[in-house]
């Protein structure tokens, strides 16, 4: 069997060549307008991150982690950043290549894993932003400890998280289906399931593991905001599914 993350990177790069909202880039107007100050980017499906969650734009270096597809990235690099995106989806890099191409601007690339050791020296980022992703791996607390160790003092961790609510519905958002934790690894007919369904392999995480991970990496938590699925019956009754974190390496 193909290792999980090498099977949900075919998904994402599937979902791309299908429009895909998470893959779509930002238009050459949006670009523009950031360069004047006017933009917003996002963490969770449909509330904009503040602006005051972040450093000084100017000459800061951010990763992308698991941000391809050409929306925050060049954002950041209007606002006259150094980005950096690792993505394990080749279309996903591929979509920030084509706007760097477009707005004539310089950005690295990395395909990458990252469950994986991240390929970055100790304390080189300013900032890391990382929109919900890590609900396509199964530990989490690695990718909090890789953050914590490619930050500078001082830096921020932006995060985008799910809190599990949508794993346990049915895709009418009405029944209850699925036990807690969803973990298709640990289910062999939940994991043909996804295939099958066309989820990809993905996995529910704890508070005490997105939240209490960031903790034991070594965070320290400043803010927090919920956010629902942007559409659907657990949206019109304003669930909250997602939550953002903003948290900061001392």
């Known amino acids: 069997m193909d290792k999980y993350t090498d099977v949900n990177s075919k998904f994402f790069d599937k979902w791309i060549d299908e429009g895909w909202e998470w893959g779509q880039p930002i238009s050459h107007e949006a670009f523009e307008k950031a360069k004047k100050g006017d933009w917003f980017v996002l963490l969770?499906?449909?509330?904009?991150?503040?602006?005051?969650?972040?450093?000084?734009?100017?000459?800061?270096?951010?990763?992308?982690?698991?941000?391809?597809?050409?929306?925050?990235?060049?954002?950041?690099?209007?606002?006259?950043a150094n980005c950096i995106v690792l993505d394990y989806s080749e279309k996903q890099l591929i979509s920030e290549m084509k706007v760097s191409k477009r707005e004539n601007y310089e950005i690295k690339a990395v395909k990458a894993d990252m469950t994986k050791t991240l390929p970055f020296e100790d304390e080189y980022f300013d900032l890391i932003f990382h929109p919900v992703s890590n609900c396509y791996i199964e530990d989490v607390l690695p990718v909090w400890k890789e953050c914590y160790r490619v930050l500078k003092k001082d830096g921020i961790l932006l995060a985008g998280l799910d809190n599990g609510i949508n794993f346990i519905f049915d895709d009418d958002e009405i029944t209850l289906v699925h036990k807690l934790p969803f973990n298709p690894l640990k289910d062999e007919q939940l994991y043909e399931f996804s295939i099958k369904?066309?989820?990809?392999?993905?996995?529910?995480?704890?508070?005490?593991?997105?939240?209490?991970?960031?903790?034991?990496?070594?965070?320290?938590?400043?803010?927090?905001?919920?956010?629902?699925?942007?559409?659907?019956?657990?949206?019109?009754l304003n669930a909250p599914t997602f939550f953002a974190t903003r948290a900061i390496k001392k």
């Not at 602006?51 to 992308?64: R, S, V």
């Not at 698991?66 to 950041?76: D, H, L, R, T, V």
């Not at 996995?203 to 956010?227: M, N, P, R, V, W």
Request: proline content about 4%; aromatic content about 10%.
């Open 44 to 80: 969770t499906p449909t509330k904009a991150v503040p602006k005051e969650w972040f450093c000084e734009m100017k000459n800061a270096k951010i990763l992308g982690l698991a941000s391809g597809g050409g929306q925050q990235m060049p954002i950041f690099t209007a606002l006259g």
């Open 197 to 236: 369904n066309d989820w990809g392999i993905q996995f529910s995480h704890s508070i005490e593991e997105q939240i209490g991970g960031q903790l034991k990496a070594g965070f320290i938590l400043t803010d927090i905001y919920e956010d629902t699925n942007g559409s659907g019956r657990l949206h019109e």
